[in-house]
């Protein structure tokens, strides 16, 4: 069952406590990531990219960008990729080799229409406003880019939308404190709270300014994936 959103942090108080945590999870930030959704989410960083649909050369920008894994799967499909995130220990710890910036994802230090694209992976959740996130996005993406927005999600199926609330509210926290930080691992079932229903996320992407919005649910409804073009 999801925390109630009163009993998460917010505004300043967020942005601090996320930063902390990222910097003290970053290390083995990586590791835990593939244990816990057994490889998965490789997998759905290269849909993302995918789904983005954009030519060759083209210009991304990487949002919360972590230790980079966006940024490489970018690369990798001919893109060029810049990945800004708040968390100076997770920049520390990236191994991949674009362009990296240490800033706000809602005070972004690029001009207007700046990128052909944007990405940003299970991050919604962590920003203090989404709503000036999106309007920050869509000031940077040129008219005609694309966005591709990853974040977690929970099944509509009753039989696994109950396995993956036992795996993700209870084996999470529990790998994720014997490989890395006990209460961050508490925080990120969570956090899924701070999450808006689809149909409202959708509508605060069309409102940021993209059109033909879409909302892909990924291996079974564990993970989704926003996309959309700037209008």
């Given at each position: 069952m999801r925390a109630r959103a009163e009993t998460l942090p917010q505004g300043d108080e967020k942005v601090q406590m996320v930063t902390a945590m990222f910097d003290a999870i970053a290390p083995r930030y990586d590791l835990v990531n593939r244990v816990m959704t057994f490889g998965l989410d490789v997998l759905w960083r290269r849909r993302t990219v995918t789904a983005l649909g954009l030519p060759?050369?083209?210009?991304?920008?990487?949002l919360a960008c972590g230790t980079g894994d966006l940024c490489t799967a970018l690369r990798r499909q001919g893109l060029r990729a810049c990945g800004v995130d708040l968390s100076a220990g997770m920049l520390a710890a990236a191994r991949?080799?674009?362009?990296?910036?240490?800033?706000?994802?809602?005070?972004?230090?690029?001009?207007d229409a700046a990128f052909d694209g944007a990405t940003c992976g299970f991050?919604?959740?962590?920003?203090?406003?989404?709503?000036?996130?999106?309007?920050?996005?869509?000031?940077?993406?040129?008219?005609?880019?694309?966005?591709?927005?990853?974040?977690?999600?929970?099944?509509?199926?009753?039989?696994?939308?109950?396995?993956?609330?036992?795996?993700?509210?209870?084996a999470v926290p529990l790998i994720g404190g014997?490989?890395?930080?006990?209460?961050?691992?508490?925080?990120?079932?969570?956090?899924?709270?701070?999450?808006?229903?689809?149909?409202?996320?959708?509508?605060?992407?069309?409102?940021?300014?993209?059109?033909?919005?879409?909302r892909m649910p990924l291996s079974g409804g564990i993970a989704q994936l926003f996309v959309g073009g700037r209008a």
């Amino acid at each position: 069952m999801r925390a109630r959103a009163e009993t998460l942090p917010q505004g300043d108080e967020k942005v601090q406590m996320v930063t902390a945590m990222f910097d003290a999870i970053a290390p083995r930030y990586d590791l835990v990531n593939r244990v816990m959704t057994f490889g998965l989410d490789v997998l759905w960083r290269r849909r993302t990219v995918t789904a983005l649909g954009l030519p060759p050369g083209a210009a991304v920008i990487d949002l919360a960008c972590g230790t980079g894994d966006l940024c490489t799967a970018l690369r990798r499909q001919g893109l060029r990729a810049c990945g800004v995130d708040l968390s100076a220990g997770m920049l520390a710890a990236a191994r991949c080799n674009d362009p990296l910036v240490r800033a706000d994802v809602v005070r972004l230090p690029f001009p207007d229409a700046a990128f052909d694209g944007a990405t940003c992976g299970f991050a919604l959740r962590n920003v203090a406003d989404l709503e000036a996130f999106l309007s920050e996005v869509a000031r940077v993406v040129r008219p005609g880019g694309r966005i591709g927005l990853l974040e977690v999600s929970e099944p509509s199926g009753p039989l696994l939308r109950w396995g993956h609330r036992v795996w993700f509210g209870r084996a999470v926290p529990l790998i994720g404190g014997l490989l890395s930080d006990p209460a961050a691992y508490r925080y990120l079932p969570r956090s899924v709270a701070y999450l808006p229903p689809p149909d409202q996320l959708l509508a605060s992407i069309a409102a940021a300014g993209f059109v033909n919005g879409c909302r892909m649910p990924l291996s079974g409804g564990i993970a989704q994936l926003f996309v959309g073009g700037r209008a």
